[in-house]
Each structure stands twice: as structure tokens, then as C-alpha cells.
């Protein structure tokens, strides 16, 4: 088992080793929700009455998952050094290993022996799903993933995380208000993708839309046109020609067209795919259906001749993704684990919030993966603010 209190010089090493030497993480979240009335200056002056004195983060730190571990523990210093920075009470923090940790409630209890008043973490759904079988517990635990819905509340146990699901029901709920009716799925056929595309067509059909059709692609393609050409018809559109040609006996001029029953899109894809689906659907007549994307459509990266192909895409985010030229400067972080160090960041900020949020029901954190509230459920939900690509670039839409 691997553990390590965390000193001030640690994570200033940790601060600088991010990239993240100029970060203004307190009031990202603020910016990119207007609408809301609460003042983030209150949430600042209570915050500290609700500080734990020590917190254990459980995260995988070695293995497979290894590089995702990093990252939340970067954000998570990141945060710590910048409120200890601005003379801010800070808690200790432990760090333990979950890699072969068969018995995550184990570790629990090593770290509440430890003194933690707080666990935050694992991030493994199968760790978290062990703390559902205990009949009490001791010490609050917010999980870095989610468990799905409960039945009930659980007695301090907390869920929050990234999820591709609720994004993915989001965007059902947002497409649904711009009256779209119809729609295309696109996602990849990897675990994520299958989710995110139930979840999609889930909250789709109970809001009464259609499902025209379904793609789901391997991470191994790389020409789209086929199959894209088949699920628009475009070859029917060929055949039609053919015929009347054949009919009239001569040679038409024509152009090809697309079916007419779809009029969105919603595209799970990472930015290599999308650069590749996205004019795609142009050159096949497409480029005229509204396109609705998770997060992972964006790297993080302003690389304007690159995204250009991705123009006209509405895509949810976050208000660390809106900021990330300026937070992420010079990073060497690959673009998939700049999400967990946003919730990384969160995840600190969290173990001031988890009180006011138990409290008020109405409560609202702003965040840097969203605006957080608590559900009567323990789940700690995210509102994420959306972008759109124009000319290369992303802005901020409602």
C-alpha cells in the first residue's frame, strides 16, 4: 500500500511539474453561468468553518490506470497549493494506492485509522460499489465515480465524477428544446461509446423523439464515407437516378441527395474521429444537420487549422475546457487526462462544499467540471455550460 502526507514543497513541485504555474482556478466556474444569482463571494467567506483537518484521496497511482490517478492528484494539488497560496486553511492529505486493492473497505479503514475525517475517492466503479454492502459508515466517502441512481440515500456516501451518460442526456434535453425531432447516433463502439449512446437514446425516445439510425464505429476506422453514405442513402439517392435514366433514355444531370429524416446528429467522438466524421457528413450533403457532441470532442488544444473541420458542432463542456488556453499553458498533459485534472481540482474543493451542500438542498459550488449540486441521492450533479466551434475556434453559447 502506497501512502504520502502531503507538504507544502510537494506540492509546489506538483503545481509547477502541471504546467499550471499561472492558474486562477476559484472563479472559472462563476463565468460561464451568468444566470445564476448566488454570490461567490459568500460561498468564499463560509467555506472555512467547514474544512476537515485531514483527508485520504484513494486513487490508482500505479497500473493500468495509472496516468488517469496522476492527473486527479495533480488537479488536487493544484488546488491545495493555490488556497495555501492565498493563505487559505488547508487540510493534510494522504494519498493511498488502489492498484490491487481487491478489498477497497480495507483500505477504508486504514485511512480512517489514519485520522482522515474525510475519504475522497476511488475512482474505480467496482471499488466504490464494495462501500454499498457496509451498514455503517464511519467517516464520509465521495466517490470519483458513480454508482448509477439509488434507491435511497446512503448515510455519507457521495458520488461525483465525469459522466459521459449525463452529459449525453443533457444533450438530449438541449437538442429537444431547439425542436429537433429525428436523430442520428454516432459513437464509438467501445464501452464509453455504447453508454453514451443508450443514455442518448434513452432520454431521446422519453422525450418523444425518433431514432432514425445508429452507427457505431471502431476505433480502427479510417474512411467513414461507406457507411455514412449507406445510413443517409445517398446510394438510393444513385439507384433513383439510374432508373429514371433508364425510364426516359437518357443521360440526367443530378445531384445526389441525403434522406430528409434527421435533423440532428449526436456524435460521441474523440477529435481525431470527429475531424475525419465531420466533413464526412459535408461532402455527403450532410453539412446542414445540427451536430451535438460530448466533451471528448475537445482536446484542449487551440489548434485552429485542425478544428476547423470540426466547425458548426455544438458540444458540452466545462469551464476549465472554456479557460484551458490560459490554465493550461505549456502542459504536457495528453489531452484525454486534462478532465480528470479539472476533477482533481474539484474533488479538493469539494471538502469545503460537502456540508453547505448536505444543508441546502439549493446549494450551488461553482466548479471547474460544472456547477455542482447535491441530489437527494448523495449524487452530486454537474450543469455544464456549452461551446460551439466557429473558424477553428470554440466559443461559449448558451
Not at 68 to 91: C, H, M, T
Not at 379 to 385: L, V
Request: charged share 20%; proline share 5%.
Amino acid at each position: 500500500m502506497f501512502r504520502v502526507q502531503v507538504t507544502t514543497i510537494l506540492c509546489f513541485i506538483a503545481l509547477l511539474a502541471s504546467g499550471c504555474s499561472q492558474i486562477s482556478i476559484l472563479n472559472i466556474g462563476e463565468k460561464y453561468f451568468p444566470q445564476e444569482t448566488q454570490s461567490y463571494s459568500d460561498e468564499k467567506v463560509s467555506k472555512y468553518s467547514d474544512t476537515q483537518n485531514k483527508i485520504a484521496v484513494l486513487l490508482p497511482l500505479s497500473g493500468a490506470q495509472k496516468q488517469a490517478g496522476d492527473a486527479i492528484q495533480s488537479g488536487f494539488l493544484a488546488a491545495l497549493y493555490r488556497a495555501k497560496e492565498n493563505k487559505e486553511q488547508v487540510p493534510q492529505v494522504q494519498f493511498y494506492d488502489t492498484e490491487n486493492m481487491m478489498d477497497i473497505v480495507n483500505l477504508y479503514a486504514q485511512a480512517v485509522n489514519d485520522g482522515a475525517q474525510l475519504v475522497i475517492g476511488p475512482v474505480k466503479k467496482d471499488n466504490a460499489f464494495q462501500f454499498l454492502a457496509l451498514k455503517r459508515i464511519q467517516v464520509p466517502i465521495i466517490t470519483l465515480n458513480y454508482m448509477g441512481e439509488l434507491t435511497s440515500p446512503r448515510r455519507n456516501i457521495f458520488q461525483f465524477g465525469l459522466s459521459v451518460t449525463d452529459e449525453s442526456r443533457e444533450i438530449a434535453s438541449k437538442a429537444w428544446t431547439k425542436n429537433h425531432k429525428s436523430a442520428l447516433i454516432i459513437a464509438p463502439s467501445s464501452s464509453w461509446g455504447r453508454r453514451s449512446a443508450k443514455a442518448f437514446h434513452e432520454r431521446w425516445q422519453e422525450k418523444g423523439g425518433k431514432i432514425t439510425d445508429t452507427i457505431l464505429y471502431s476505433n480502427t476506422v479510417t474512411d467513414f464515407t461507406p457507411e455514412l453514405s449507406s445510413i443517409l442513402h445517398i446510394k438510393n439517392s444513385s439507384t433513383r437516378k439510374r432508373n429514371l435514366e433508364k425510364l426516359l433514355g437518357k443521360p440526367l444531370v443530378y445531384t445526389p441527395r441525403r434522406r430528409k429524416d434527421i435533423d440532428m446528429i449526436f456524435l460521441a467522438a474523440y477529435p481525431d474521429h470527429a475531424r475525419q466524421i465531420k466533413p464526412t457528413l459535408d461532402f455527403l450533403f450532410a453539412g446542414d444537420i445540427e451536430i451535438y457532441s460530448t466533451s471528448q470532442i475537445y482536446s484542449g488544444s487551440e489548434e485552429v487549422d485542425r478544428n476547423r473541420d470540426l466547425n458548426g458542432i455544438n458540444f458540452i463542456t466545462t469551464p476549465w475546457s472554456l479557460d484551458l488556453s490560459t490554465l493550461l499553458s505549456g502542459a504536457n498533459m495528453p489531452p484525454i487526462y486534462r478532465h480528470f485534472f479539472a476533477l482533481g481540482i474539484d474533488a479538493y474543493q469539494l471538502h469545503y462544499s460537502l456540508k453547505q451542500m448536505k444543508k441546502n438542498p439549493n446549494h450551488k459550488f461553482y466548479g471547474v467540471t460544472g456547477t455542482l449540486q447535491l441530489n437527494p441521492l448523495g449524487a452530486i450533479k454537474r450543469t455544464q455550460p456549452w461551446a460551439k466551434f466557429r473558424k477553428g475556434k470554440i466559443y461559449s453559447i448558451q
